[in-house]
C-alpha cells in the first residue's frame, strides 16, 4: 500500500495514504468557494481561512482516533497506529494484525471511543463559538465549521451504519454481546 509515513502521536504510528491529498484538495475547494461564494469573503480571506479550516479537519479527525486509543487502551487491546486519506477526509484506526479473537464488548468499547472523544471537542469548539461570536468574520466562521464537522461527520456522522464507520462495528458486534 502506498502511504506516507509522518510522525508519531500519543505514540501511535501516524501515516497517509495518497487519498489524503486528494481529499484535502477537494475539501479546501469547497470550502474556498463557499467562503467566496455564499460568506462573500474576498478571495484572499476565503483561501487562508479555507486552509485553516482543511487543517482543523485533519485535526478533528486524528482527535477522533485517539478517542478511540484511548478506549482500546482501557480494554487492553491497543491501536498501534492511525492511517489518513484511507476514505478521502477520513482516517482509519489500524490495529494489530496478529490480534487474537476479541469479544463484542472490547470491540463496542473501541468503537464508541471516537464518538465520544469527538463529541467532547465539539464541546470544546461550541465554546470557541460562543467566544468568537461578536468577533464575526472568518475565525467564527472557521469555528464555526470546526464545531460543525466535529458534530456531524465525527460525533454523530460515525455512528451510520455504513460499512466503513463505528456504526458500522457497532451494529456488527451489538448482538454478539
Known sequence: MNEF?????AGLALSAEP???????????????VATGLLQLSVGTALIGSLVAVILHWVADIAHH??????????????????LGTWLVLGTSLYPTNEPALPAAIHIRRALGGPIGSLLLTLVAAAI???????GGILWWVALFFLLDNLFVF???????????????????????
Not at 487519498?19 to 468557494?33: D, N
Not at 460525533?155 to 454481546?177: E, M, N, V, Y
Open 5 to 9: 509515513k509522518l510522525s508519531k502521536v
Open 19 to 33: 487519498l489524503a491529498i486528494v481529499g484535502s484538495i477537494l475539501l479546501f475547494g469547497v470550502l474556498s468557494g
Open 66 to 83: 485517539l478517542g478511540h486509543a484511548w478506549a482500546a487502551r482501557q480494554t487492553g487491546y491497543p491501536m498501534i497506529g492511525l492511517r
Open 129 to 135: 463559538v460562543l467566544l468568537l461570536r461578536n468577533l
Open 155 to 177: 460525533a454523530l456522522g460515525a455512528l451510520l451504519p455504513l460499512g466503513f464507520t463505528d456504526g458500522s462495528t457497532l451494529l456488527r458486534w451489538w448482538d454478539k454481546r
